[in-house]
């Protein structure tokens, strides 16, 4: 778990010395904390813990409990709080932080007496993982944790409000089976409800039996292994050319854990425009929420799978695949373009290359991110961590630190943007206190370059608030004692992505990448899928040479 | 789409902070609450929450599936459009001089309703039934004057032997695409 103390938890941390089982991580900001169990929750599939003090503690994890709720990610969040009898007297350091966080919580409880505390913490676990997984806020009053109560653990749990659908309506797997059966251009969309449901195996399944191209999310990025023939990569506002125009033409798209999040339906009216949809999920309130479904299959997705391969025929697809072949010469994503300057998409390329694709990359949120998702190729579910529904700037350090204190056999890399970096730099110290060998990339193009793109793009170059200065990271990187160096050639590149593998401990470098490159493909925002703007032959910049750095 | 009034009947929890949870999603939405009413059930620790809403069917429905998602309720129904029960109570109290007193008693006796309470110069009425009476009464009674006005909301049961915690959902609808 990882916390950071204050005057409401202290009862606690006087006791926990007395579990030597329970690893406790002291971050630099509980924001810090909440993001690294977070991490720490994706890369291992198991509920990551963080805590804070009462007040300013409190409202520090907010972030972090909001992003760990956008991306359905199972999570404790403990929180200290004032004493019972000065609750709702605005004491020293009370907040309501129960009040705040209720709609960014599945639940929430405020554990108001001492003999129904372990019951309270057995159902905060239960409703953390289980299902459609989410954080789950514990107020703790600071007397509680000092009063005294026997120990009673509820063998069963009391939750009669609280519904986990497993198996899908048979009625609606046979009308699946049947639109599938006869469909010509059937695709998959898959999301990270596969990867939540550990249904990557009946996925497989289910696309090579009835050869099924398939295509991702963002967070879907894994649930289906990167080098296999059927996967045509992610799709929406970043997607691959050959995704977005696959989503133009089936004509059965099988969405499968996934909420059509506005980020990859792009215009909703123009979505998928010829195509009938199977929508898979668990939670019956995304279905139907953004796009219709004319089968609607609410239920585990592993288990809805593996019914539903029962009814599947074996089927080939000769012509509709050679057609998305054909998408893939055209819109080629892994071009990488002539340039002086050193290129991100290369950097990653490369990174893949050394690490053979066996690393967990986590992201900050930018371009950087992109193009981590682009041009990695993951092969297993929970090698991708990156904030997708919130977009926090910001999560990349301390995720990654969650994810190598989960996955220590794992190298684990951070692949960060200057200006994500920056609103999370503190946590270095807690890699080196607690020595925790993340590996960390920064993608350094001196500007908050996303947004500088939609500028660029859409705000006639009007630069404003995006130029970003930094400080220097490796002289940042030494005042911490971790060890770096900065990269500014392509040569360099790979030597350095070597010496910070086979270094002893965190290792950062610092890549100077070229300032104005764009991610592509885009589709502008509130435009059709269809409608996705390549990399333009070339670029002038005449920026580069005015740029602050 | 066109918004029209939908009757939601909630179980829920009895604990505290439930109704906040329930209202929250409500305020998301920006849906604004005709009236809401909760009581206890026939079913104990269990609480009844009666919610009057305007808003299209879609709206409601992803709202009734969002509210049926929260831990602390057990079940949810949207009833609009089922043969109900529908009633609510008013209380009125309106100005009543003696001119006036035995036109107002008399209109209180056409709606059977109780004169609950006689001051000098009010009387406060108590009276039961759908909203529509109770709107007729309070437009008759409004020239008399009318000083206060309390309203429970309505509560409502469907019609016929079975009760709401022995119902069972129904299986999601499946929607025709509209393509473009
Ligand atoms: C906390 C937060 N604030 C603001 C934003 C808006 N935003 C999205 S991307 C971005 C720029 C990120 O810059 P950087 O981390 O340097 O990455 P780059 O895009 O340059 O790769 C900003 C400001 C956000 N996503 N999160």
Not at chain 1, 293 to 319: F, S
Request: proline content about 5%; hydrophobic content about 40%; overall charge neutral.
């Amino acid at each position: 778990m990882f916390g950071f103390p204050g005057g409401a938890l202290l009862p606690f941390y006087d006791t926990l010395p007395q579990y030597s089982q329970i690893r406790h991580i002291l971050t630099r900001h509980e924001q810090g904390a909440a993001h690294a169990a977070d991490g720490y929750a994706r890369a291992t599939g198991k509920v990551g813990v963080c805590m804070a003090t009462s007040g300013p503690g409190a409202t520090n994890l907010v972030t972090g409990i909001a992003n760990a709720y956008l991306d359905s990610v199972p999570m404790i969040a403990l929180t200290g709080q004032v004493a019972r009898h000065f609750i709702g007297k605005d004491a020293f350091q009370e907040i309501d932080i129960t009040g705040i966080t209720l709609p960014i919580t599945k639940h929430s409880y405020v554990a108001m007496d001492a003999p129904s505390l372990a019951a309270t913490f057995k159902e905060a676990f239960y409703i953390a993982r289980s299902g459609r997984p989410g954080p789950v806020l514990i107020d703790l009053p600071k007397d509680v944790m000092t009063d005294q109560a026997e120990f009673v653990y509820p063998e069963k749990l009391d939750l009669p409000g609280y519904k986990v659908p497993r198996q899908g309506h048979p009625t609606q797997l046979k009308n699946a089976a049947k639109l599938i059966n006869e469909a010509k251009q059937p695709l998959i969309v898959a999301g990270r409800g596969v990867i939540i449901s550990g249904a990557s195996e009946e996925l497989k399944e289910l696309a090579e039996k009835a050869q099924i191209p398939v295509i991702t999310t963002l967070l879907g990025i894994g649930c289906f292994p990167g080098g296999h023939i059927l996967n045509y990569g992610m799709a929406g506002m970043h997607g691959t050319g050959y995704a977005n125009k696959a989503l133009e033409n089936c004509d059965l798209l099988i969405a499968i854990g996934m909420r059509f999040d506005d980020r990859i339906t792009g215009k909703v009216s123009a979505f998928a425009p010829k195509a009938k949809i199977i929508h898979i999920d668990l939670d019956p309130a995304e279905i139907g929420k953004n796009v219709p479904a004319n089968v609607p299959i609410v239920g585990d997705v592993g288990a809805v799978l593996q019914a539903m391969q029962k009814l599947i025929e074996t089927n080939r697809h000769i012509d509709w695949i050679q057609q998305l072949e054909e998408w893939r010469k055209q819109h080629p994503l892994l071009d990488i373009h002539d340039s002086e300057g050193l290129l991100p998409q290369y950097i990653i390329h490369e990174l893949y290359e050394a690490t053979q694709g066996d690393a967990i990359v986590v992201t900050g949120v930018g371009q950087h991110q992109m193009w981590a998702a682009q041009h990695y190729t993951f092969h297993e579910p929970g090698s991708f961590i990156s904030s997708g529904g919130l977009g926090t700037m910001g999560f990349g350090l301390p995720a990654a630190m969650g994810a190598k204190v989960g996955r220590p056999d794992k190298a684990v890399w951070l692949v960060d943007g200057d200006g994500s970096l920056q609103m999370t730099i503190q946590e270095l110290a807690t890699l080196v206190q607690d020595n925790i060998a993340v590996k960390m990339a920064i993608l350094n193009n001196g500007f908050l370059g996303m947004v500088r793109q939609w500028q660029d793009l859409f705000y006639k170059k009007n630069y404003v608030a995006t130029p970003i200065s930094c400080p220097d990271f490796i002289k940042v990187a030494d005042a911490y004692r971790i060890s770096g160096l900065t990269v500014t050639k392509r040569e360099e590149v790979s030597p350095a992505i070597e010496q910070a593998m086979a270094h002893d401990g965190p290792f950062l470098i610092n890549f100077m990448i070229e300032p104005e490159e764009n991610v592509y493909p885009m589709v502008p925002p509130g435009a059709a899928n269809i409608e996705f703007i390549e990399q333009p032959k070339k670029e002038v910049s005449s920026w580069r040479r005015q740029s602050i750095r | 789409m066109a918004t029209t009034k939908h009757t939601l009947v909630a179980i829920v929890n009895d604990k505290p902070g439930v109704l906040n949870r329930m209202v929250s999603l409500f305020r998301r939405r920006n849906f604004n609450i005709d009236s809401i009413a909760v009581g206890h059930s026939e079913v104990p620790h269990l609480s009844r929450v009666t919610v009057i809403v305007n808003g299209t069917t879609a709206m409601v429905e992803q709202v009734r599936k969002q509210l049926d998602k929260l831990i602390d309720v057990v079940k949810i129904f949207d009833i609009t459009g089922e043969k109900l029960t529908g009633r609510e109570l008013a209380l009125i109290k309106v100005k009543a001089t003696s001119a006036t007193r035995s036109e107002i008693l008399e209109i209180a006796d056409i709606f059977r309703a109780n004169i609950v309470d006689v001051a000098s110069d009010t009387l406060t009425i108590e009276i039961t039934g759908d909203e529509d009476k109770i709107d007729s009464m309070f437009k008759l009674l409004h020239g008399f004057g009318i000083r206060e006005i309390a309203r429970t909301g309505r509560v409502a049961m469907v019609r016929g032997s079975l009760g709401v915690m022995r119902r069972v959902e129904k299986p999601l609808k499946t929607r025709v695409r509209k393509q473009s």
